[in-house]
């Protein structure tokens, strides 16, 4: 396995820059960049549905939902990270940064043959260190299967499907139904 000398680490600052002028959008892991996979129209799709359904239960609340633009940006020991997830949501008066959010409550990460590796097991260890994560849930798209992970359940998955079933989000005390998350698919 290759690993990146110190002198081929991309700084934030650098990075930053870039992705202001890029077409493509990056994930930063402290100090290697790596390019975002695009999407289907079904991961897309669901996605919106997410962030639709979302939106509608918190709006006039303190909370914000951000679809895969906004990048989440966290320390893990001394490296520092963004990552675009699918669905983020904040609720905290802390988050004021124009680009990004420090303070998630719940990420929703939708899932391809491309990033599934990923999602399960890189950005799960990642996101469950951000302290002000109660919920990160991962939906899959060939499937209508979810897995939550909670903080208060000690980041265990609860496997979720069946074409009547609903999706429980402790963290904003909302549910919905998986026919309003696969609509259209």
Known sequence: MQTAAKSDLVNVAD??????????????????????????????????????????????????????????????????????????????KRDTHKRFIRFPKLIIEVLSESTERVDKREKFFAYTSIPSLEEYVLVAQATKEVTVFRATNNWKGEVISGPKAKLKLASLNLSLPFSAIYEGI
Do not use: W
Not at 36 to 57: P, S, V, Y
Not at 59 to 79: A, E, M, Q, W, Y
């Open 15 to 92: 990075y930053l820059a870039a992705e202001e002028a890029s077409q493509v959008r990056h994930e930063y892991l402290g100090g290697l960049v790596y390019a975002m996979a695009g999407e289907t129209l079904d991961h897309n799709q669901i996605a919106q549905n997410l962030l639709f359904q979302i939106r509608l239960k918190v709006k006039g609340g303190p909370c914000r939902v951000f679809i895969s633009d906004v990048r989440v940006n966290f320390h893990l020991r001394t490296d520092e990270y963004y990552y675009y997830p699918d669905i983020v949501v904040t609720c905290d």
